[in-house]
């Protein structure tokens, strides 16, 4: 079990290492840099050492000075080194995580739409951000120099033994308890700030909900209640934050007192061997800084351990969504400039589920053509497969069995770019970026700024334009709150426009309209179905009866098709639903009649 | 900082506990450069003249008092000086360990009670404040600020004030010491560090920008990848990834730059003042040097001053730490302070009132205000007990605003409103508020149970009420589907519901209050024509000689009412039966012609 887990381990810092190994002049420069700094580390010390046992006790004070240069030298190296390698590290880390983060953001851009159904936004957007920065953590903090603080540690020792090996050997009578203390104090305050985490969620996660909720628990009078339910959260947050200070500071102190005792350690051994002048003062006051120059990685090992493990858990997840599977490349296959003759699908079925049983199938053999210029609407219950009819024609999904063919051709066999193309798609819900209203219609590189005003003329948009502080400027609000549904849905419609494409796709655009708005927007409509191929999912009649062909559907497949008027006359299905919506939407004669209760 | 004094002063036991414990580490810290002298000076004094006793008495009388006495103690121990001197270290150690231990504990504990305090009171203080204030502020803000601001504050007070004492005490008791033992060598080793602080100083200013401009260019990354992810199904139908990925990478490229102009100072900041207090500790080693070949001082001394300075070098550098601390720490206090100072429009004014009112309504000529334009204008209607009243509009015509303005949720800028004949402000809001049940337009639902989402208004209710309730809201079916029935959990950790669902649970939480009026805000918009009917059926039996006020969009939903009030912007245009007003000319005969033409919900 460990094994597997080192060896996946040791794959997952293969597969970042081309990020570092893109880099080989800053990975080098960092790589020597490092041990220098570790040999800048070790010296000060002995040349103190030198200064007090050698120059000062033989009263040379040429020496003296030489050497006092000398210690100087050696510090300020030491700090030159430090901020180097630091430096270098940074960069080098800070380029890679820059590489990583493009990668994955073009890895997102290629994962198929059903991926987006099943993952919550937020955990993909913790992938491409916070686990990012985790693992950039690991360059910040200097985690990776985990290594090079080993080195510092030998470095550290080789030099007491090199003074005297008694003496050290006595001085790290301590190492043993302080590692054992360590370890002990560092698993129970990791458990603790783990827990620490858990609580600051959850409280997080409270004020979000409540603080956006506040006037449903003002209205019923739960003030008090919700108040009390926070401070129980707060409680635990502070339990768990005082079992982890008191580990942090119990930890600290006693590594601290473990250093002192290293000294009275040296000291009883001088004591016992105070004849042979083993202990002078110069060796003593070396020893007395190689130990703190021992305990300080000593110490920061664990904080740097911690940092790295959740960097591999970052890089774990990080390299799960990087091997999500891509949909399709986006520019293989056919070219296709324009369409010829129309779209079709054939005996087409089509199931959301990866495995899917029978009951999952929610097309079922459909047949269906759209001819050039042709206007198609989609008729039926929620759960007959007209959004899916959609989803497949300008290839969002594949289908199972059957085909979707684009002249005659499979659209698998097409540059998934080149068909997409052809298409655009106004949906229910708009979807509208932080920028300007321009940019916003002007939302990919094929608009530009002349299409975009020109489409925003032509859906009459220009009253709202004139309304707006800052016209075609102004700037577009998070999620576009700074606009009505029925204006945000004129936007799309000009952004659809734009784009002029070869077939329209109508994804239930004007279902969550007031019959004000709907006014305007049924002229752009009528303005963007003119001349054009366009397949149509609505509720509005108003809208169905005007299209070329009416389908409908039910169960995944096709019930009833022809226009309006064939529809209606040859009754079935279409001129029942039509019959039912009269009947449900219009108040009955009871209520004519005048007798309410 | 007068928030912050209130609440520092409910914790000052700690506070004061922690600043004690913290006198006394540093006492312990101070002796052991002064047991380390006295070592040193043992072995050189034993290298020539071995443990002579008259050399370690005069070596005695040096030390300062606490630690002479101490040692002078321990004389009847069998034990030669050194190994005296090194048991004295090892107690010295021990009890460091103690007391700093007890100083970190009790001062940080108490920073985050201070926190924790402060959260609590934010909290209960919001739940205090109206929409106007909530119009004012993002939930993003709110969060921030009881959150990220929180921790500025409880960094300054905790490791700040831990830090700032600790230099302040460490300074107080090192200095004298070192003078004592020698001047010189004293103002020698401190010669480079006023540069050295100066320049700390600035690249600390430095750097502090650098990270707030760094965070800032993070933050835009993370929207800009939220804003794609979200638009996953624009950009895939739009092509539009390379555009998207140019317009990442430009932000990408702006973190980038960022971080290594942090990482620059970062790296170099604390380096660079060492490197200036460096030449301090080289002078100190040489001139020190000097003195001991000329008899002026002990080797014991030297050392114990370069001690004395390792001591000092983290209190110093520190600093730097601690004034960005401070500086971070009061301006995140200032934010704070914001919010608490914010009072709500309405303060309660209590009055007696009788328990048993009719529940009516008399709405003379209210207007509400927004910024520069009114919602409500001169409206005027009444509404007797028992009756049902149907509200229709289009969108922004005001009929949210009627019943936030009933509830006392936004303020009237004119007019009077009374239930049961006493005019609303006479009421406390609580009291005014629990004659009402509202579904809002848009449902909220807690992450919670549905049990307790539907008893949300009355968390006492048994579950038997919950399930009739739930059960009048024709969520029954709904239930059985679930895997836990009522149990379930929703929200973010749970099952996710459809519009439907949501609106039917949030009208099953204001039919458990059993109000005596009950406010229906378009809550029927996302039930399909059926479950309407089911629930509307309901309504009449159940509420029957009660009083109702229904928003609607849907004709169907307010068929059945006595009385119709038509809104537009913000004005009643037409009033009457449903009868009357089909029979006349507007818009509520116009929307019936359209609902009856239009398709507006295909459900076989």
């Known amino acids: 079990m460990k094994a597997q887990s080192m060896r996946g381990d040791w794959q997952m810092v293969q597969r970042l290492w081309r990020y570092l190994g893109a880099q080989p002049g800053r990975f080098a420069a960092a790589l020597c840099l490092y041990p220098l700094n570790s040999l800048c580390v070790i010296l000060p010390p002995y040349l103190i050492k030198t200064i007090f046992d050698e120059a000062i006790a033989q009263h040379d004070r040429h020496r003296l000075v030489v050497l006092s240069i000398a210690y100087l030298v050696v510090l300020v190296l030491e700090y030159v080194t430090g901020f180097a390698s630091e430096y270098s590290l940074s960069v080098l880390g800070q380029r890679a995580m820059f590489a990583l983060r493009r990668d994955i953001f073009a890895h997102v851009q290629r994962l198929p739409i059903g991926f987006f159904d099943r993952q919550p936004l937020g955990r993909t957007l913790t992938r491409m951000t916070t686990d990012v920065e985790a693992l950039a953590e690991v360059f910040s903090t200097g985690a990776i120099t985990i290594l090079s603080d080993l080195l510092t540690i030998v470095g550290v020792v080789a030099m007491m033994l090199r003074i005297d090996v008694h003496l050290t050997a006595?001085?790290?009578?301590?190492?043993?308890?302080?590692?054992?203390?360590?370890?002990?104090?560092?698993?129970?305050?990791?458990?603790?700030?783990?827990?620490?985490?858990?609580?600051?969620?959850?409280?997080?996660?409270f004020l979000a909900e409540y603080l956006s909720a506040m006037a449903v628990v003002q209205i019923f009078g739960q003030q008090r209640r919700t108040a009390d339910q926070f401070e129980g959260l707060n409680d635990d947050f502070r339990r768990a934050n005082q079992q982890a200070i008191f580990f942090d500071a119990a930890l600290y102190a006693i590594v601290e007192a473990i250093g002192t005792c290293a000294i009275a350690a040296l000291l009883a051994y001088g004591a016992f061997h105070l004849e042979g002048g083993a202990l002078r003062a110069g060796v003593m006051v070396a020893f007395i800084q190689y130990i703190r120059r021992f305990f300080v990685p000593v110490r920061d090992l664990s904080t740097k351990y911690t940092v790295l493990q959740s960097a591999f858990a970052a890089a774990e997840r990080i390299l799960g969504l990087l091997d999500e599977k891509p949909f399709a490349p986006l520019n293989q296959g056919f070219r296709l400039a324009a369409m010829q003759q129309g779209l079709e699908l054939r005996d087409v079925h089509f199931a959301y589920a990866a495995e899917p049983t029978e009951a999952d199938f929610i097309l079922k053999g459909l047949n269906l053509t759209l001819h050039r210029g042709e206007r198609l609407a989609l008729v039926g219950a929620t759960g007959s497969g007209k959004t899916t009819v959609l989803k497949l024609l300008n290839r969002f999904y594949d289908p199972q069995r059957g085909a979707v063919l684009i002249d005659g051709v499979d659209a698998r066999e097409v540059r998934l770019h080149d068909l997409r193309r052809l298409f655009a798609v106004v949906q229910q819900d708009v979807q509208l970026f932080s920028g300007t209203v321009l940019e916003n219609v002007a939302f990919c590189e094929r608009i530009d700024v002349t299409a975009a005003r020109r489409a925003l003329r032509d859906v009459g948009a220009e009253a709202m334009l004139a309304r707006l502080p800052r016209g075609e400027d102004t700037h577009v609000f998070e999620q576009g709150s700074n606009f009505s549904a029925g204006e945000r849905q004129l936007l799309a419609l000009a952004r659809a426009l734009a784009l002029d494409p070869e077939v329209l796709v109508l994804d239930e655009a004007t279902s969550n309209i007031d019959s004000d708005t709907e006014q305007r927007i049924q002229a752009a409509l009528d303005l963007l179905l003119r001349d054009r191929t366009a397949v149509v999912v609505a509720h509005r009649l108003s809208t169905i009866e005007k299209m070329d062909r009416i389908v409908v559907m039910?169960?995944?497949?096709?019930?009833?098709?022809?226009?309006?008027?064939?529809?209606?006359?040859?009754?079935?299905?279409?001129?029942?639903?039509?019959?039912?919506?009269?009947?449900?939407?219009?108040p009955p004669p009871t209520a004519r009649s005048g007798s309410p209760k | 900082m007068r928030l912050l004094l209130t609440h520092v002063r409910r914790r000052l036991p700690r506070f004061g506990w922690g600043i004690f414990m913290l006198l006394l580490t540093n006492l312990t810290s101070m002796a052991i450069p002064q047991l380390i002298r006295m070592a040193v000076d043992l072995f050189h004094n034993a290298e020539r003249d071995p443990d002579s006793p008259a050399a370690t008495a005069r070596l005695l009388a040096r030390l300062p008092w606490p630690l002479r006495a101490s040692l002078e103690a321990m004389a009847s121990l069998p034990l030669s000086p050194l190994l005296r001197v090194a048991l004295a270290l090892c107690i010295v150690a021990l009890l460091g360990m103690l007391f700093r231990t007890a100083s970190r504990v009790h001062l940080l504990f108490a920073a985050r009670d201070v926190e924790v305090d402060i959260r609590c009171s934010m909290y209960r203080h919001l739940t205090d404040l109206d929409p106007h204030f909530y119009a004012q502020h993002t939930t993003g803000d709110l969060l921030s600020r009881a959150t990220n601001d929180l921790t500025q504050v409880r960094l300054m007070l905790g490791p700040g004030l831990l830090n700032l004492f600790n230099t302040v005490v460490a300074y107080a008791m090192a200095l004298p010491l070192m003078v004592w033992m020698s001047p010189k060598l004293t103002l020698v080793a401190f010669a480079t560090y006023p540069p050295a602080l100066a320049l700390m100083r600035h690249l600390g200013k430095r750097l502090y920008v650098a990270n707030r401009t760094q965070q800032q260019a993070l933050g835009q990354l993370t929207a800009q990848a939220q804003e794609n992810l979200r638009g996953a199904f624009l950009v895939r139908a739009f092509a539009a990834e390379s555009s998207q990925e140019k317009r990442f990478s430009a932000v990408n490229a702006r973190y980038l730059n960022d971080s290594l102009v942090q990482a620059w100072i970062r790296s170099g900041m604390f380096r660079l003042s060492m490197s200036l207090a460096a030449f301090g500790t080289m002078a100190t080693v040489l001139w020190g040097g000097m003195d001991v070949m000329e008899g002026r001082l002990s080797l014991g001394d030297v050392v114990a001053i370069i001690e004395y300075m390792a001591l000092l070098s983290w209190p110093t550098f520190a600093l730097g730490w601690v004034m960005s601390l401070w500086q971070r720490g009061t301006a995140s206090l200032a934010r704070i302070e914001e919010i608490l100072a914010s009072q709500p429009l309405a303060a309660p004014p209590p009055l007696a009132l009788p328990e048993a009112l009719p529940a009516s309504l008399s709405v003379v000529g209210l207007s509400v205000r927004y910024a520069d334009s009114f919602a409500l204008q001169g409206v005027s209607f009444e509404v007797p007990e028992g009756t049902t009243v149907g509200i229709v509009g289009a969108i922004g015509s005001g009929k949210t605003t009627l019943f936030m303005a009933l509830l006392r949720m936004v303020e009237r800028s004119a007019g009077q409103i009374a239930y049961g004949g006493m005019a609303i402000d006479d009421f406390g809001l609580q009291p005014l508020r629990r004659r009402f049940g509202l579904v809002p337009q848009n449902p909220t639902l807690f992450s919670d149970t549905i049990a307790n989402n539907i008893a949300f208004g009355a968390p006492e209710s048994s579950p038997e009420a919950i399930a009739a309730a739930a059960a009048a809201a024709a969520l029954e079916d709904d239930l059985r589907v679930l895997p836990q029935g009522l149990q379930t959990q929703v929200g973010e950790r749970g099952v996710a519901l459809s519009g439907g669902q949501k609106q039917r649970c949030a009208i099953a939480r204001a039919l458990l209050l059993d109000p005596p009026i009950l406010l229906l805000d378009d809550a029927l918009s996302a039930v399909d024509v059926a479950t309407e009917a089911r629930i509307l059926t309901y309504l009449q039996q159940r509420r029957a000689g009660r009083t109702t006020l229904i928003v609607a969009h849907r004709l169907s939903a307010v068929q059945h009412a006595n009385q119709i009030l038509v809104f537009e912007q913000g004005r009643i245009v037409q009033r009457g039966s449903p009868a009357e007003l089909l029979a006349a000319e507007g818009f509520y005969a116009t929307l019936a012609a359209q609902q009856q033409s239009t398709a507006a919900e295909v459900s076989p």
């Open chain 1, 170 to 205: 006595f001085a790290f009578l301590v190492v043993p308890p302080l590692v054992l203390v360590a370890a002990f104090f560092q698993r129970y305050a990791r458990q603790a700030f783990g827990s620490i985490r858990k609580h600051i969620a959850r409280i997080n996660a």
């Open chain 1, 554 to 586: 039910d169960g995944g497949r096709i019930l009833q098709q022809g226009s309006h008027a064939e529809l209606m006359q040859r009754g079935g299905a279409y001129r029942d639903l039509v019959e039912v919506q009269h009947t449900a939407a219009s």
